[in-house]
């Protein structure tokens, strides 16, 4: 007991974005964030010390997963980014870059946090008020029998990701099969409800990303071996599959800290393979073709339905029963009792399958909403990074078919509702301060450091060191080559805002984005010829988007409000 030691008292600290440290760390992160964002962002790599696989990455999820963080205040933060990121996928770095921009732009007003989060709330609701209206002039309403809309969103999403490593045609080649992949996975009869089925990706590394491929059903990896047993595969009809999620090993299953009795008489082995005997013997009398497991098959049973001319593969896994069971029609049976006939499922064919040096069991499904997305990609690195970004994208076309709009990308959603506010603010400024016993002064402080933090996360996309402006028409995001000459005309230089709906041959008028200048009123109600013509528009997802605005302005909102950290030192 002597080598024990006393207790710690916890400590406690007050006011603790006053500390010079804390800012010094959150302007780290923020770094790190800031750098990393868009098409153009820099790769991070992110290793442990003693060991272990390095991650290259530019992706807020694995980002954020693997930074590691100690001070409360960015766990606060980092955590609150995860949240966002595993409930909507996208829109991780918005929303993280934006948090940091609040909470650095507010503390410098210096006003006290009852007045900055009061404030902070009212232009989060004008804000969200603005993009869900339909004068909005940054949103697109989709139209699901023109898929156009939703391929720019998933290119968008694709070229946001530099480490997938993806040539030109090689980016729209992948765009093009997730939005297959996801079509795929809506139901034709769908009424009052839609149920969506699942893409399942498939890694076969080590080939032409141009490789990749999109099929209706499941491709199950196997040897050759195992597929040459099981060839040829004949049938002029449905096969009958039987799926089960029980062992069929013959093992007892773990009896916890209870005891089983046996009699000296019995042996255990053989009464366990005698069952899984009787139960092949039912599943040849029910005529099934197809016998999948989730564990093991006994060697017996194997060979006892292989001499029926049943097929029978294990160690599926648990990732795919979810899907196999959408596919046959029918939920996986758990026990070895005896089988109902309407525990039976059916796939339309059978087929072997070669891509790469990889062999596949193709499960053609009758009517099922069920794919497999083979993704190729050259080395392991590439191929992590390309299987979140085309998670994150049909995540993102999920989320699209709930709330059937987007938003502009490239930073000009960012740069319009900036405009917007301040010129909100500016001529109905009444509109905030009615209830709020808040003074004008107070309000312009606010509204600055608020649309300054968005503009300051458009013009993170720029990372060479180029001009980034906005126009005094529309309020979108533009931005010039570096080194660029002191007197130009801007129309010459320029090419297309952010989104790439505009282009500089318009009658524009540009501003510096972080210079003063008069509020404007953008012009809202986007033209429908503008965004009915325009094939290669750069969107976001806007569910995401909107819950990555409420995330980031909460959460700062959080911060902000610290008065104490107190933590336990032992």
């Not at 807020?60 to 205040?73: E, F, G």
């Not at 902070?120 to 609701?125: F, P």
Request: hydrophobic fraction near 40%; charged fraction near 20%; aromatic fraction near 4%.
């Amino acid at each position: 007991m002597s080598r024990l030691e006393a207790k710690k008292p916890s400590s406690c600290k007050s006011e603790p974005l006053t500390s010079e440290r804390v800012r010094a760390t959150l302007c780290v992160l923020k770094g790190i964030l800031t750098s990393s964002y868009g098409p153009s962002g820099r790769l991070k790599q992110v290793h442990n010390g003693l060991g272990g696989c390095v991650c290259t990455t530019s992706h807020s999820s694995a980002l954020l997963s693997n930074l590691p963080v100690t001070h409360p205040i960015l766990k606060i933060l980092t955590t609150s980014m995860q949240n966002h990121v595993s409930c909507f996928s996208d829109c991780g770095l918005f929303t993280a870059i934006l948090c940091c921009n609040l909470i650095e732009n507010l503390q410098r007003t210096g006003l006290t946090p009852t007045t900055v989060i009061k404030l902070n709330q009212q232009l989060l609701r004008l804000c969200t008020s603005y993009l869900k209206s339909e004068s909005c002039g940054c949103r697109i309403l989709v139209d699901f029998s023109r898929p156009q809309t939703l391929l720019c969103l998933v290119r968008s999403i694709v070229t946001s990701k530099p480490a997938s490593m993806l040539t030109r045609e090689e980016t729209d080649h992948i765009s093009a099969l997730v939005l297959r992949a996801f079509l795929l996975t809506i139901p034709d009869n769908a009424k009052d409800r839609l149920i969506l089925g699942k893409s399942i990706i498939v890694p076969l590394k080590g080939q032409r990303v141009l490789d990749s491929s999109v099929f209706p059903g499941i491709l199950l990896e196997m040897s050759e071996v195992q597929l040459m047993k099981i060839l040829p595969i004949k049938k002029s009809d449905a096969f009958k599959v039987a799926l089960f999620c029980a062992s069929l090993s013959g093992d007892l299953s773990d009896t916890g800290e209870g005891t089983v009795v046996v009699s000296s008489r019995v042996s255990l082995e053989n009464a366990a393979l005698e069952q899984l005997l009787n139960l092949g013997r039912q599943l040849v009398s029910d005529h099934v073709d197809l016998v999948m497991c989730q564990k093991v098959i006994h060697p017996s049973l194997k060979q006892f339905l292989h001499m029926h001319r049943v097929i029978a593969v294990d160690r599926v896994g648990v990732a795919v029963m979810e899907p196999l069971s959408k596919v046959t029609g029918t939920p996986p049976i758990g026990s070895l009792g005896s089988i109902s006939p309407s525990s039976y499922g059916s796939v339309k064919d059978l087929c072997p399958a070669k891509f790469g040096f990889k062999h596949f069991l193709h499960l053609i499904p009758n009517e099922a909403t069920i794919c497999s997305l083979l993704l190729c990609s050259r080395n392991d690195t590439a191929w992590d990074e390309l299987k979140l970004t085309c998670q994150t994208a049909l995540h993102a076309l999920q989320l699209t078919i709930k709330e059937p709009s987007v938003l502009l990308g490239g930073g000009c959603t960012e740069t319009h509702l900036a405009a917007y506010i301040r010129h909100k603010i500016c001529n109905e400024p009444e509109s905030i301060l009615k209830d709020d016993g808040c003074t004008q002064t107070e309000l312009q402080l606010i509204t600055e450091a608020f649309c300054s933090a968005l503009e300051s996360v458009a013009g993170s996309l720029e990372h060479d060191g180029g001009e980034v402006l906005t126009d005094m028409k529309y309020g979108h995001f533009w931005s010039t080559q570096a080194e660029s000459p002191s007197v130009v005309n801007w129309p010459d230089l320029l090419s297309r805002c952010g989104c790439g709906l505009y282009n500089s041959q318009e009658e524009l008028h540009w501003s510096f984005l972080k210079t003063t200048r008069h509020p404007f009123a953008p012009q809202t109600c986007l033209p429908h010829e503008a965004t009915g013509s325009a094939n290669n528009l750069t969107l976001d997802c806007f569910t995401a988007k909107l819950s990555g605005l409420q995330v980031a302005v909460e959460t700062a909102n959080l911060i902000l409000d610290l008065s104490y950290i107190i933590e336990d030192k032992n």
